[in-house]
């Protein structure tokens, strides 16, 4: 895999644990935690379920102040403390990045959590954005004991670590059941 990109990742939900999952990318098998409403085919804002679909992943956010190894061919750029995620569907903004504070509600990108010390934005209702068709939808750093998400896809760190130099924008991720 060196010099190449995997193409293809796929996550499934652990039998039993709807909010746990396993990937499978390339040769590495690796335990993810998932959204708290499970793996759902109906994403809709808030309901805490990781779309069943298959998301390309289109670029990276670094915490500047934090240690992460070479993240590979995948772009990445700092991550700033004045940058958000917007969540709300009639907002103009919404599932884009915005600078905050701003005046509809956001996620905050820069957290005291880790969980965004490396965090990758997947193409799930980028474009086109459906109003109220989930937000937000990255790849990030788990909580300890892989606690669900709120729709992302998460991995510990030192597995994030171990996958970073294996993809790059041509990687898709696909969610099955």
Known sequence: MVGRSLKLIDVRARPGHSSQGQMIAGTMILRCALGKGGITAFKREGDGATPL???????????????????????????????GWCEVSSDRNYNRKVRIPYGASHE??????????VCIVMDWNIKPRRRAGGSAIFFHLARPGYTPT????????ADMERLLPHISNRTVIRVLR
């Open 53 to 83: 679909a298959k998301m390309r992943l289109l670029y990276g956010f670094k915490r500047p102040d934090k240690k992460v190894k070479s993240p590979g061919m995948l772009m990445f750029r700092p991550l700033r403390r004045d940058e």
């Open 108 to 117: 905050t990108m820069w957290r005291n959590d880790d969980l965004y010390d």
């Open 150 to 157: 709120e729709g992302c896809i998460a991995l510990n760190r």
